[in-house]
């Protein structure tokens, strides 16, 4: 029977009035905790030191707080480093300069030594190796976080503390990162196989995107190109990249989504020369290398059983083989030559690119791998990429390197690259192939760009063998500069 004043039954109205929560009996006003903490305040009393409400003690007759006061806190003194009269937190400095004190993390680093009970041989230089790299606060960290992984129940091999210090996910972690390099460094461990789970990664979220019905042989596709990949650096030979795997896994993806959503098809048997005609048209500029990854997908699906014909046979790319890029104007490449080598508000590491690239016809490779033992001061040479000689560097170029290198010196780093960022400075990697992807967008112009102007103008002016050997390249790839491509529309139309 539900009741007047609630319009709950009798079970659901005896609830506590403080909290709201049921109560065991009907004559109950609160529940089991509100009414111990209704007793707990009815005992206190107040103090007769500090006349506040609390639990009298009887040794003292005062409350907890007045019975046990807490040491004194020291007066304030001048701080030794900045003069101020402030509490002190540590050698004689105040808090604001003993957090930036570069004693610190050795400081923490024997603290650490004493706390442990067998403390590795390695554990100094791990310490000067994080206090060299980062700031005071961020080595400090570093170092509190080995020593969680020092004293825990595990094995304190170097081995067994990256594997352990390793994030799940997408990034390892810049602890990680920084026992990485240290580790490898000094060949005490192994590097980890933070590149391939990441790799995989990225392959398993292409071949999720296909249609299931789809699936399966994309999926088999990709165990049979591991393989190879495998064998191939088994025996020493060039095994393909991960991202030309990803590349043509997502290839595939987009063949799959077309089939599905455009053709009606959900098996691989059903496809046919048509629907990868449909397909090669919606990019025309991509048809050739989309068509040299279908080859390879429907020659393995035919060895597979999956398809009985193979709808790429007959195909062909239908492209000319002569260079089809754009190019600089001359007022173009005067206008960036002025901005790389007079604008002292460009970043040096886009001056850098770009002016290697126009004058050198440097890759963005060739520049990001580019190391400090590469340059030679005497000589004022520097060695890109494959090249069999040293580059010699004219006036302006070798100014925009020493920009850089002057740029470079403000980072407290041992990176061995010329080009260091923020994520490199603390390891010895060389910048992302995405930074130096956006590295020239403020001029407006890709590094791709810049360079094919400058080979398009060597090849053409001089020997194509003298410039592939000068440049580390093949003959052949000088030879497509060579050739002439004219658009149909720009021909008059013959009567």
Known sequence: MLQEDTGRCITCSRVCEQCGHPVRAAHDRLCGVCRRKAERLAAQQPCPRCGKPGHLREETGWCGRCSHPGSPKRPPRSCRECGQVRRHAGLGLCSACWQKHPGRPFIRGEHLRDQLANPPTWLEDFVAHVAARFCVSRACGLVADLGRLLQDEHSNSPQALLERSRRPGRSMGPFARTLEDFFTQRGLALPTDQAERLAAGRRKRRIDAVPKPLRPAVAAFDISRMRAQDRARRAGTRPRSHHTLETALSILR??????????????????????????????????????????????????????????????????????????????????????????????????????????????????????????????????????????????????????????????????????????????????????????????????????????????????????????????????????????????????
Request: aromatic share 6%.
């Open 254 to 495: 987009d063949l799959a989504r077309f089939l599905a959503e455009h053709r009606g098809k959900d098996d691989w048997a059903l496809t046919d020369v048509h629907d990868i005609e449909a397909f090669l048209g919606i990019l025309p500029k991509a048809r050739q290398r989309r068509l040299v990854v279908l080859r390879q997908f429907f020659r393995f699906a035919r060895s597979q059983h999956i398809v009985l014909v193979d709808p790429t046979r007959g195909l062909t790319a239908k492209q000319a083989g002569g260079f089809r890029g754009r190019t600089l104007t001359l007022d173009q490449q005067r206008d960036l030559f002025r901005r790389w080598t007079c604008d002292d508000d460009v970043h040096p590491h886009e001056a850098l690119l770009g002016i290697l690239a126009l004058l050198h016809g440097a890759s963005s490779s060739e520049v990001r791998m580019l190391q400090i033992t590469d340059v030679n001061q005497r000589t004022q040479t520097v060695r890109l990429g494959k090249r069999p000689h040293p580059v010699p560097m004219d006036p302006a170029s070798w100014t925009v390197l020493q920009r850089c290198l002057a740029h470079r010196e403000g980072w407290p780093t041992d990176n061995p690259h010329v080009m260091v960022t923020k994520g490199t400075k603390a390891g010895r990697g060389p910048a992302s192939t995405a930074y130096l992807s956006h590295v020239l967008d403020d001029c407006g112009y890709p590094a791709r760009m810049i360079r094919s102007t400058r080979l398009v103008d060597l090849v053409n002016t001089m020997d194509p063998k003298l410039v592939a050997a000068a440049f580390g390249m093949d003959p052949e790839a000088t030879m497509i500069y060579l050739a002439d491509h004219v658009e149909a529309g720009r021909l008059p139309t013959s009567r």
